[in-house]
Structure formats: structure tokens, C-alpha cells
């Protein structure tokens, strides 16, 4: 792995940070707006996956090259009970459609990023 490389990766991570805490803060004040039993039940388990997932983020920095694959891997689990949970709630009519694109578009910027860093750090596992 070369430098430029090298970089490239690291700032591809400092940038799903400020994407994911844009998309945080969407979704935290949809869930405020969802019904009342509703919020404390899949609101809750939604938030619960976001900040897991935002914790992971944080951690790609800190951790050993071995291991960003697999927490990658873990990241990429949670975006996809996200969308399971957006869909759930699109589907009682908690959340209206413009909601749930917005949030599948942010999901989706995330995954793109995430895909690439995927793919990068996997290479590697693949010998």
C-alpha cells in the first residue's frame, strides 16, 4: 500500500463522520415525531443501531489494519437493519415516503463509502 493510498482510505473514513451525524440527526428528529409507542419501540432499536454504528466509525482510526475489516463488515450490518427498520416504518405509515428517501439516500452515501473501504481492506483477506 502506498501513501496516497494509504491517505485516501483515511480521509474516506473522517468523511463518513460528518455524513453520519447528519444523517443521525435526520433520523433522531423523525423519531421524535413517529407515534408514541412506536417511538419507544422501533425508535429505540433504530437509535440503538445508529450510534452503535457511529461508535464503529469512530473506532476505524484507533484500531489495528487486521481488524477494520471486519468492524467495516460491522457497519455495514447496521446501515443494513436501518434500512429494514426505514422500511418497517414506511410500511405502518409512521414515516411518509420523502422521509424515507431522504434517509435511503443518506444510508446510500454512507454505503458508497463504506463499499470502497470494504473492497480496499478486503483485498487483502482475499489471497
Do not use: H
Amino acid at each position: 500500500m502506498n501513501k496516497d493510498e494509504k491517505n485516501n482510505k483515511e480521509n474516506n473514513i473522517l468523511n463518513l463522520i460528518p455524513k453520519t451525524e447528519k444523517y443521525i440527526q435526520y433520523v433522531i428528529e423523525m423519531i421524535i415525531k413517529i407515534p408514541r409507542t412506536e417511538k419507544y419501540s422501533i425508535g429505540t432499536e433504530y437509535k440503538l443501531s445508529i450510534y452503535k454504528m457511529l461508535e464503529s466509525i469512530i473506532g476505524l482510526n484507533k484500531i489495528e489494519e487486521k481488524r477494520k475489516l471486519c468492524n467495516l463488515n460491522n457497519i455495514d450490518t447496521e446501515l443494513n437493519l436501518q434500512r429494514i427498520y426505514l422500511r418497517i416504518m414506511y410500511k405502518n405509515k409512521w414515516i411518509n415516503e420523502k422521509k424515507l428517501n431522504t434517509c435511503m439516500e443518506q444510508i446510500y452515501e454512507i454505503g458508497k463509502i463504506l463499499g470502497g473501504l470494504i473492497k480496499y481492506y478486503g483485498k487483502d483477506y482475499k489471497k
